[in-house]
């Protein structure tokens, strides 16, 4: 098990750029897929982002490649949602999960932080 902390959400204009942190507790923590999923108000939660263990493979969700970029960081026990070029339809609440084997499907994931909102303003 790893417990999850998400934080650096918040007010941005469209156009503009956010940095999503979440810590992750426990000496595992390099052994876990990461993922980043979003909720908006109202919708299912949808998957953004995942990457390997040791960062070699990352996979995006269509609505979001070539503007956000995941990354980790194992000897800080981090992972990272680099989110540029934002739009009004980014706003949600970014959840950081970890599973054993990733993928894009909540199923695959059995932890999960609490969340951060991010809101885009037009």
């Known amino acids: 098990q790893v417990q999850l902390v998400e934080s650096g959400g918040g007010l941005v204009q469209a156009g503009g750029s956010l940095r999503l942190s979440c810590a992750a507790s426990g000496r595992t923590f390099s052994r876990y897929v990461m993922g980043w999923f979003r909720q908006a108000p109202g919708k299912e939660r949808e998957f953004v982002a995942t990457?390997?263990?040791?960062?070699?493979?990352?996979y995006y969700a269509t609505s979001v490649k070539g503007r956000f970029t995941i990354s980790r960081d194992n000897a800080k026990n981090m992972v990272y949602l680099q989110m540029n070029t934002l739009k009004p339809e980014d706003t949600a609440v970014y959840y950081c999960a970890a599973g054993p084997r990733g993928g894009s499907a909540e199923y695959e994931y059995d932890n999960w932080g609490q969340g951060t909102q991010v809101t885009v303003s037009s």
């Open positions: 990457i390997s263990e040791s960062s070699i493979r990352t």
